[in-house]
């Protein structure tokens, strides 16, 4: 079995290479007036060793990590989540939303 990935350092991962320009999206396209994030795209990501190609279509995602083309969940992948939150897709590095307070009348 393979571990879960630490989500903390997907996240800081992900933040990192999108606050440091490190997604280039190289297409987009597909997207609504209802929906107006892209629903196909093509990006790369300059990592820290190499350049990753990432794809996704509708919020399915693959990147090349590890030298193969892997279906790879927006949580799971450093890669995937920094171009989901540079094309409005959820991510595990979209900020982190704190439930609402409940109003006591």
């Known amino acids: 079995d393979v571990p879960a990935p630490d989500l903390r ?28 994030r892209p629903q196909e795209i093509a990006a790369a990501v300059r990592g820290h060793r190499d350049s990753y190609f990432v794809a996704g279509r ?4 693959k990147c090349a990590c590890n030298d193969r083309l892997v279906t790879a969940p927006a949580d799971q992948c450093r890669h995937v989540a920094a171009v989901a939150l540079t094309t409005g897709w959820p991510s595990a590095a979209a900020p982190l939303h704190p439930e ?4 006591h009348p």
């Open 9 to 36: 350092k997907v996240r800081a991962k992900a933040l990192a290479y999108y606050r440091q320009a490190r997604v280039m999206v190289m297409s987009a396209s597909g997207s609504s007036f209802e929906d107006r």
């Open 58 to 61: 509708s919020g399915a995602w």
């Open 100 to 103: 609402p307070e409940e109003s």
